[in-house]
């Protein structure tokens, strides 16, 4: 059994399957990326911020129990949310992760050497990517 979750390492190779660094170019990576970083500064700017804010400013004006229970109740919230919101950031950063390194090897020659040390990466990881390339719909 692989140390990647969901993947058997005895699975045959299908040569029919189509793989993601196959579906992909180099304009597709930038957009995807400029995508993501918008995603992770819209988890740093929830708006449950605001309202927790406004509450912690009544706080301090009245200091009434009710107003702390609001604020640990959107408090609760918005943590839920961002830590929601990083999940999903991580899950479509690690996919795009293995995109460009498979790209760059597959289109670009670069080495595994190199792609991991661009990285920052061991290379038995870039090696196992390799060997197991993502195929389209994998992790989506």
Do not use: C
Request: proline letters at 3%; charged letters at 35%; a negative charge.
């Amino acid at each position: 059994m692989s140390r990647t979750p969901g993947r058997r390492t005895d699975d045959p190779e299908d040569e029919t399957t189509e793989l993601e660094v196959d579906e992909v170019n180099f304009y597709d990576v930038g957009e995807r990326l400029v995508e993501l970083g918008e995603q992770l500064k819209a988890v740093g700017q929830l708006p449950e911020l605001t309202r927790i804010r406004k509450l912690e400013h009544e706080l301090q004006e009245h200091g009434l129990e009710e107003i702390e229970r609001d604020i640990d109740a959107e408090t609760h919230a918005a943590l839920r949310k961002t830590l929601t919101g990083l999940r999903t950031f991580r899950r479509e950063y690690d996919r795009w992760e293995r995109i460009v390194a498979e790209y760059v090897m597959a289109k670009h020659n670069y080495t595994q050497r190199d792609t991991a040390k661009l990285l920052g990466v061991g290379v038995s990881t870039i090696n196992r990517w390799a060997q197991h390339p993502l195929k389209v719909q994998e992790y989506r």
